[in-house]
């Protein structure tokens, strides 16, 4: 199946963050060369999903157990998929909202109720006594990059790869860069724009990241968006640099310049997102 037209921000945490059980789990579960890699994962996880689920959409199925993986030299990483839970929260987000008929059609009450219960186990109870906030190590945004990603990364921190068979371009950072870069722009923005919708989103983000081990990997993949960019557009994006002299230049008092870069970046960003009405 081709890769899905989306971005992913993911946290990869050593084995130390997980019990005991599930870090047996882990070690098995590379030993045994079951890793999938991020360029083949989304596909993966479409088609475990669909055939999971059925024709009858009337169940919340089991799901694989699986997850991305990082090896060093002395470290494992992992980034688990947590894909039952997924598939619940969205079961549930569809239904937001909508008229009950139609909510009834797409997700019948007897698969909203499994995936509440699901939910509903995985945020409360037994679950967090014995094992602390529960945490989604992913998050997915479809048709392009939300702009408060660039924020915990930066361009010299790029891997990019042009290939006839592999093109990707991602972004990699420790876990407490990231935290410093959140709370550098979290306080810029709060002085300058106060509690507006972007200085919101990244103080969501920056929660987010603060569920994770201090020893966390965190990574900015453009996963299936490369298809939509030339070589040459991977090679000159400049996103987070863009962000980065954004944030500078409101910290400075620079009006004109972070508008500048801020209108740059939603008009390449626009472009791709106005795609997905050709789709």
Not at 84 to 108: C, H, N, Q, S, Y
Not at 257 to 277: C, F, G, K, P, S
């Amino acid at each position: 199946m081709p890769s899905l037209f989306a971005s992913y921000l993911r946290v990869y945490e050593p084995l130390a963050a997980f019990d005991r059980s599930r870090q047996l789990f882990w070690r098995r579960y590379v030993q045994e060369g079951r890793a999938v890699a991020p360029l083949e994962g989304p596909g993966r996880q479409r088609t475990a999903v669909l055939e999971a689920l059925g024709a009858s959409w009337t169940r919340l199925p089991d799901l694989p157990d699986e997850a991305y993986i990082l090896e060093g030299d002395d470290t494992l990483l992992v980034c688990p998929w947590n894909l039952k839970v997924r598939v619940a929260e969205a079961a549930l987000t569809a239904r937001d909202g909508v008229p009950a008929v139609i909510a009834d059609a797409f997700v019948p009450p007897a698969l909203a109720g499994q995936a509440r219960s699901v939910v509903d186990d995985w945020r409360s109870g037994a679950r967090v006594l014995e094992r602390g906030l529960p945490r989604l190590h992913e998050q997915v945004s479809t048709w392009g990059v939300p702009l408060r990603w660039f924020v915990f990364v930066q361009l010299s921190e790029r891997e990019l790869t042009l290939g006839p068979s592999r093109r990707v371009l991602r972004y990699r950072t420790e876990m407490f860069r990231a935290r410093q870069r959140a709370q550098r722009a979290y306080t810029v923005l709060d002085r300058a724009l106060g509690q507006a919708p972007i200085t919101m989103a990244v103080a969501e983000t920056a929660r987010w990241l603060e569920e994770f081990h201090d020893n966390s990997t965190v990574e900015l993949d453009y996963g299936g968006l490369v298809d939509l960019l030339s070589d040459e557009q991977l090679s000159a994006d400049d996103s987070p640099a863009l962000v980065s002299s954004g944030l500078s230049a409101v910290e400075a008092g620079r009006g004109e310049t972070a508008t500048d870069a801020y209108e740059r970046l939603v008009e390449r960003w626009r472009a791709i997102q106005l795609l997905e009405r050709c789709n």
